[in-house]
């Protein structure tokens, strides 16, 4: 009876997650950015392995931490926008 060979983490979805957590701490667009391309490169390369390597798990919760975070910033800047534009337009209404 022979022991199966662990599978290898994909380094790429290592760098994906640690990049989508960046993303929420330090680095707040580079880090989701990163995490996002990471994420989306190691699935492929996941893909590709045939079972030998793993980390699905690992990428895709590096993709989801970058979109959420990319999302929140369109928000907040839109937000911002409409807002201090919505001032502007009360503005000239009242002047």
């Known amino acids: ?17 640690v990049a989508g957590i960046l993303g929420w701490t330090l680095l707040p667009l580079l880090g989701s950015l990163g995490g ?9 390369e996941i ?7 793993d980390g699905d798990g690992l990428a895709i919760t590096g993709l ?10 369109v928000i907040a800047i839109l937000a911002f926008i409409l807002f ?9 209404l009242n002047a």
Do not use: D, E
């Open 1 to 17: 009876m022979s022991i199966p060979a662990p599978r290898q983490t994909s380094n790429y979805a290592v760098i994906a997650l």
């Open 36 to 44: 996002i391309i990471f994420g989306h490169m190691a699935r492929g």
């Open 47 to 53: 893909r590709r392995s045939n079972g030998q390597l």
């Open 64 to 73: 989801v931490l970058g979109w959420a975070s990319v999302a929140l910033w």
């Open 84 to 92: 201090f534009g919505g001032l502007a337009w009360l503005a000239t």
